[in-house]
Nanobody, 124 residues
Framework: QVQLVESGGGLVQAGGSLRLSCAASGRTLSYYRMGWFCQAPGKEREFVAAVSVNGGRTLYADSVKGRFTISRDNAKNTVYLQMNSLRPEDTAVYYC?????????????????WGQGTQVTVSS
């Protein structure tokens, strides 16, 4: 079992940046593909970004390509989401999640461990 804890959320003005972190305990993250999802009020939880086990492959939702960067440091058991050029429509709770390497990166139901989420609010 692995426990995931997100941090780094907050309130930022449009055009600003935030860096989210997801720290794991209980088991090394190096077994898992990792992803970030977001959920705005009244909406489904949506795929944002994912990274392969060794960090060599990354995938992004079209809405964040060129603005967000996912990375991981397996030695620190931590995954990051660098968020630049933030927009009001990025406002949501952001969750990190872990999946076994047999799943689909963007498929929410293929992720087996989830954090509690961190709130990101972008003001205009």
């Amino acid at each position: 079992q692995v426990q995931l804890v997100e941090s780094g959320g907050g309130l930022v003005q449009a055009g600003g940046s935030l860096r989210l972190s997801c720290a794991a305990s209980g088991r090394t993250l190096s077994y898992y593909r990792m992803g970030w999802f977001c959920q705005a009020p009244g909406k489904e939880r949506e795929f944002v970004a994912a990274v392969s086990v060794n960090g060599g492959r990354t995938l992004y939702a079209d809405s964040v390509k060129g603005r967000f960067t996912i990375s991981r440091d397996n030695a620190k058991n931590t995954v990051y989401l660098q968020m630049n050029s933030l927009r009001p429509e990025d406002t949501a709770v952001y969750y990190c999640a872990a999946q076994n390497p047999s799943g689909l990166y963007y498929q929410r139901n293929d992720y087996i461990h989830w954090g509690q989420g961190t709130q990101v609010t972008v003001s205009s």
